[in-house]
């Protein structure tokens, strides 16, 4: 029937063009073209966690094995001669990613052309409290944020380390009116990070089954890791973490505190901040943001807050997002139980609080 | 299907270059991103602290290739079921300290960590030393661990390998990554000797030598070889501290190379233990210009070396000579433990025996000339007494 062959004509020809595209995409994954650089602006990278964090970046652990960057390093002139010291070592260590190196104490040359911004300039953390901190900052991030706003690229990324994270971050968005408020991120990776650690070691399973707690508020003392929704892959499915444990009196307390804390403890071990740790988080934080979470995975970002979960609007508060073509979204309809929202409504006020101050 | 987890041992691991390298190593840089790793983590009891600290980050970090963590003081811990070693620690550099400063600390070090590796480690376990002074401290490495292969211990070069790579791309303002084949030669210290005869640059054009392409013989063979072999002191002079990041790097990039293969056409340096290649003396840890296969080094042969270039060759397989020497002599100082060590103790008791037998002889030389020299002046005396007294004659006899 003259159908039917229309019919098989058709398929054949569909066959063939779904072939040749097919080889031609073959083709041309050999055809060795390169991306464009992505200039990466690392502040106060004269610092431990700065010296820890620029071999990440050139190494290619924040933005994948296949994405040049040229890196911008910004610190303050005290600092000026460990930079370039930093800058040479660089240059020595020969990493074919990176195409370029800026080091200087000129904010302005620091922040041209920046895609992405990791904000780790600000004021040490010591054994103490972060409150003290605050009207330090507030004077630098100013500062920064009007660079980034004239100076940076359009669609840059920002991403917020220095203690208080969240308020710095606050700070910086109120005086780059131009950048994208969902660009301004602060940094609650490090305890996401450090949850999931508590809980594979409290299972004894390889952190990497462990996924799906979520750090609410804000990377301080009153930070609240949530593990109602994480979940264990014990090789025949995912399991809730609350029914493996099987103790919520831990999770409700120890495992709290234990995250909390963590930060300090490490301070006392190494009489020194915990820069490792801290650029490892930071780069997962981007490289997720940039690159996309995994289905089924969500991670926990200091992001501007729009009223999700009953939290105000107006805050820099970390939410479980998800990330998809460089944008993050928030995990909605999860449930909040009471003990949660306690939690949650006690870190926003502190968070409340902070911004008071810094404001004031 | 996931590959069996390699344990991988870092000593020193609490100062500035193992916290550096332990997350290169647990986020995959130094043996792929598909390799397991357990990592081993070793330093001295006053460091315990802080090594605590560094596994507690480790932990926190959340790295998904880390399988393990042992952190300890316990040198046989540290050095059980190990397949690469990566020896960092040691007495470390500062600001005014000379290499040779550093040396007699050191030694005692690697003796005590040979045996526990020997002893300990898995059977075809890979040693890296990078610890100053690397060459020797290897050298006394595989003395001390006679079981391991001699192929087996290398020490780090690369750095300086990079670090020459580095200052030649910014000469010619090309990609570091285009620039390949400068050779190390010889000792990580102030005599190493950065060769780029061989040296290429990959263009559009295809690959060109690069003393073509420098067009600066006098630079290559003064400010070039000088800013390599300094680089370490300028690092240390602007951070004030050792150059930690681009060290661990070029560990990572060592190892890497080696258990994984270097590319096609392309060389890179490793001190590695001399077998008389161009004329270097056998029984040095000297760095050549190596190609890496299935986890095994080969030295690049029938490279041409020029007069210049041999005698800095020479020049520095000399220190290394010197420093083994030196090396030597300070470990004799402490109670010999092994047997090769009593021999050569031995050796050294007949040969200082000697020496003071001949220089008794020469005394007793310089003695006898004395004597000598005495009478003569005596004799001198009297021939002049007897002069004057004819010239006197002379002087009367004509008026």
């Known amino acids: 029937m003259e159908t039917l062959e229309l019919i098989q004509k058709l398929v054949v020809v569909l066959v063939c063009l779904y072939l040749s595209w097919r080889i031609f995409r073959y083709i041309w994954s050999f055809v060795d073209v390169e991306k464009d650089p992505l200039v990466v602006l690392v502040t106060g990278a004269a610092g431990q966690v700065g010296y820890a964090l620029v071999p990440m970046i050139a190494g290619g652990s924040m933005l994948g094995l296949?994405?040049?960057?040229?890196?911008?390093?910004?610190?303050?002139?005290?600092?000026?001669?460990?930079?370039?010291?930093?800058k040479m070592e660089l240059m020595d260590g020969a990493f074919p990613l990176l195409?370029?190196?800026?080091?200087?104490?000129?904010?302005?040359?620091?922040?041209?052309?920046?895609?992405?911004?990791?904000?780790?300039?600000?004021?040490?953390?010591?054994?103490?409290?972060?409150?003290?901190l605050i009207f330090r900052n507030v004077g630098i991030y100013k500062a920064q944020a009007s660079a980034l706003e004239e100076h940076a690229d359009s669609n840059c990324k920002v991403l917020v380390v220095a203690h208080p994270a969240n308020t710095n971050a606050l700070i910086l968005k109120e005086f780059a009116p131009s950048i994208p408020d969902e660009n301004i991120t602060?940094?609650?990776?490090?305890?996401?990070?450090?949850?999931?650690?508590?809980?594979?070691?409290?299972?004894?399973?390889?952190?990497?089954d462990v996924k799906n707690v979520i750090i609410w508020g804000n990377h301080s003392s009153y930070v609240y890791p949530d593990a109602n929704h994480a979940t264990v892959d014990i090789g025949a499915g995912l399991k809730p973490v609350r029914e493996l444990i099987a103790d919520d009196q831990w999770l409700n307390t120890e495992f709290i505190t234990n995250v909390q804390q963590r930060g300090q403890a490490i301070i006392k071990s190494r009489r020194l901040s915990s820069?490792?740790?801290?650029?490892?988080?930071?780069?997962?934080?981007?490289?997720?943001?940039?690159?996309?979470?995994?289905?089924?995975?969500?991670?926990?970002?200091?992001?501007?807050?729009?009223?999700?979960?009953?939290?105000?609007?107006?805050?820099?508060?970390?939410?479980?997002?998800?990330?998809?073509?460089?944008?993050?979204?928030?995990?909605?309809?999860?449930?909040?139980?009471?003990?949660?929202?306690?939690?949650?409504?006690?870190?926003?006020?502190?968070?409340?609080?902070?911004?008071?101050?810094?404001?004031? | 299907m996931a590959k069996d987890p390699v344990r991988v041992l870092v000593t020193g691991a609490a100062g500035q270059i193992g916290y550096a390298l332990v997350p290169?190593?647990?986020?995959?840089?130094?043996?792929?991103?598909?390799?397991?790793?357990?990592?081993?983590?070793?330093?001295?009891?006053?460091?315990?602290?802080?090594?605590?600290?560094?596994?507690?980050?480790?932990?926190?970090?959340?790295?998904?290739?880390?399988?393990?963590?042992?952190?300890?003081?316990?040198?046989?811990?540290?050095?059980?079921?190990?397949?690469?070693?990566?020896?960092?620690?040691?007495?470390?550099?500062?600001?005014?300290?000379?290499?040779?400063?550093?040396?007699?600390?050191?030694?005692?070090i690697y003796k005590s960590q040979a045996s526990a590796l020997e002893k300990h480690a898995a059977a075809n376990c890979k040693v890296l030393v990078v610890a100053n002074p690397a060459n020797t401290n290897a050298l006394i490495l595989k003395e001390y661990?006679?079981?391991?292969?001699?192929?087996?211990?290398?020490?780090?070069?690369?750095?300086?390998?990079?670090?020459?790579?580095?200052?030649?791309?910014?000469?010619?303002?090309?990609?570091?990554?285009?620039?390949?084949?400068v050779i190390i030669w010889g000792n990580h210290s102030s005599t190493q000797y950065p060769d780029v005869t061989h040296a290429t640059v990959t263009t559009p054009a295809g690959e060109k030598s690069v003393p073509e392409l420098v067009k600066d013989d006098e630079w290559l063979k003064s400010g070039f070889?000088?800013?390599?072999?300094?680089?370490?002191?300028?690092?240390?002079?602007?951070?004030?501290?050792?150059s930690a990041l681009s060290a661990a790097s070029s560990a990572c990039d060592h190892i890497r190379d080696w258990v994984c293969g270097t590319p096609e056409g392309t060389w890179v340096s490793m001190g590695v233990y001399s077998d008389g290649s161009y004329s270097v003396p056998v029984g040095l840890i000297y760095s050549f210009p190596v190609t890496c296969r299935n986890g095994e080094w080969t030295i690049v042969q029938g490279l041409s070396i020029d007069e210049f270039s041999r005698k800095k060759l020479d020049l520095t397989a000399e220190e290394l000579t010197e420093e083994k020497n030196l090396a030597y002599s300070c470990l004799s100082v402490d109670e010999p433990s092994s047997p090769q060590l009593k021999t050569t103790s031995r050796k050294r008791k007949r040969k200082s025996v000697d020496i003071i037998e001949q220089f008794n002889a020469k005394m007793a030389q310089v003695l006898e000339l004395k004597e000598k020299k005495l009478e003569m002046d005596i004799l001198y005396k009297d021939t002049s007494k007897w002069i004057l007294k004819l010239l006197n004659f002379i002087k009367n006899v004509v008026p």
């Open chain 2, 145 to 181: 661990a006679p079981s391991i292969p001699e192929k087996n211990i290398t020490c780090l070069t690369r750095l300086d390998h990079n670090r020459a790579l580095g200052q030649i791309s910014e000469k010619l303002n090309v990609q570091v990554s285009d620039v390949k084949n």
């Open chain 1, 275 to 360: 820069a490792l740790s801290t650029a490892s988080a930071a780069c997962d934080h981007m490289r997720d943001w940039i690159l996309g979470t995994p289905k089924g995975t969500w991670v926990s970002m200091g992001v501007y807050s729009d009223g999700s979960y009953g939290i105000q609007p107006g805050l820099i508060y970390s939410f479980p997002v998800t990330c998809e073509k460089g944008e993050w979204s928030i995990v909605q309809g999860l449930k909040i139980d009471e003990f949660a929202r306690e939690k949650m409504d006690a870190v926003a006020k502190e968070l409340m609080e902070e911004k008071t101050v810094a404001y004031s």
């Open chain 2, 225 to 242: 070889i000088s800013t390599v072999q300094q680089r370490g002191a300028a690092i240390i002079k602007a951070r004030k501290l050792s």
């Open chain 2, 24 to 108: 290169m190593i647990a986020r995959g840089i130094m043996l792929g991103p598909d390799q397991p790793v357990i990592l081993h983590v070793l330093d001295i009891p006053p460091a315990a602290e802080a090594l605590n600290g560094v596994k507690m980050e480790l932990v926190d970090a959340a790295f998904p290739l880390l399988k393990g963590v042992v952190a300890t003081t316990n040198v046989v811990e540290a050095c059980t079921g190990v397949n690469v070693a990566v020896m960092v620690g040691g007495f470390p550099r500062k600001e005014g300290m000379e290499r040779k400063d550093v040396m007699s600390k050191n030694v005692s």
């Open chain 1, 186 to 208: 602060s940094l609650t990776r490090l305890d996401h990070n450090r949850a999931l650690n508590q809980i594979s070691e409290n299972l004894n399973v390889h952190v990497d």
């Open chain 1, 66 to 86: 296949d994405q040049p960057i040229i890196l911008h390093m910004l610190d303050i002139e005290p600092a000026a001669e460990i930079l370039k010291g930093v």
């Open chain 1, 99 to 132: 195409k370029g190196v800026i080091a200087t104490t000129d904010v302005i040359e620091a922040c041209k052309g920046v895609d992405i911004a990791i904000m780790l300039g600000g004021f040490p953390r010591r054994k103490g409290d972060s409150k003290d």
